[in-house]
């Protein structure tokens, strides 16, 4: 299995300011995925992040509002940009797992962040 | 959209079985179902998934009806820290794109003392 760690694990921000969330990973990955959890929300997808090429967005989730970087095969960064109290959520990483985990997500304890 | 039906919450009291049903209709002949629970104020966690069999692990069973349109999760000896929200996916296992992860509302479970 795979241990995600992020930081920070919470936040509270003022409106109109950035916040870049980190995510590591104890082994490398080819897949990196970003989720966001609003409040008594299920989970929504944002992007797929791979190492060496652009992050893939879902639907309703654009670049320039959710930039992400992927230096390397074990650490991926997603920053909320401009920020609004509509962005408060819980924001998760997650990878795919391999091997016997293969078919198998693993997600990161999550970011809470809280926009005022 | 999530592809999955499931009821918004459940009881069971402790050390009993919690069967937690999953209504799949329209799931492809390639797509798996897997089952993932999130505790409190924690990422979800992977319980379990399958095709067409039966499956079992360390922490439950999964029963796939031979229509493969509905299916139950069931963990045998229910404890108070099972109390989550449980997702029931649909999902292929080919890579690419369908990694991708589609979450629907889950089950509410409450173990209860």
């Known amino acids: 299995s795979a241990v995600i760690s992020q930081k920070p694990s919470r936040d509270i921000c003022q409106r109109g300011t950035s916040l870049t969330i980190q995510c590591q990973v104890d082994?490398?990955?080819?897949?990196m995925f970003w989720y966001r959890q609003q409040p008594g929300q299920s989970l929504t997808l944002i992007a797929t992040?791979?190492?060496?090429?652009?992050?893939?967005?879902e639907s309703g989730f654009v670049i320039d509002k959710f930039p992400i970087s992927r230096p390397n095969l074990t650490f991926s960064t997603l920053t909320v940009s401009n920020m609004s109290p509509e962005d408060s959520s819980i924001y998760l990483c997650?990878?795919?797992?391999?091997?016997?985990?293969?078919?198998?997500?693993?997600f990161g304890p999550g970011t809470r962040l809280t926009v005022l | 959209d999530a592809k999955t039906t499931q009821p918004p919450s459940m009881d069971c009291a402790e050390g009993r079985a919690a069967n937690l049903p999953c209504n799949h209709s329209?799931?492809?002949?390639?797509?798996?179902v897997y089952w993932y629970r999130q505790i409190h104020s924690q990422g979800p966690q992977y319980i379990i998934h399958?095709?067409?069999n039966n499956e079992t692990n360390e922490m439950a069973s999964l029963i796939i009806t031979e229509d493969r349109k509905s299916s139950t999760l069931i963990l045998p000896h229910a404890t108070l820290r099972d109390t989550a929200v449980y997702y029931c996916?649909?999902?292929?296992?080919?890579?690419?794109?369908?990694?991708?992860?589609?979450f629907g509302k889950g089950t509410l479970l409450t173990v209860n003392p």
């Open positions: 082994s490398q990955v080819t897949m």
């Open positions: 997650s990878v795919e797992g391999s091997g016997t985990n293969y078919n198998e997500q693993f």
């Open positions: 329209t799931i492809s002949g390639n797509e798996y």
């Open positions: 996916i649909v999902r292929e296992n080919s890579g690419g794109s369908n990694y991708k992860l589609t």
């Open positions: 992040a791979n190492q060496g090429s652009e992050a893939t967005y």
């Open positions: 399958g095709l067409k």
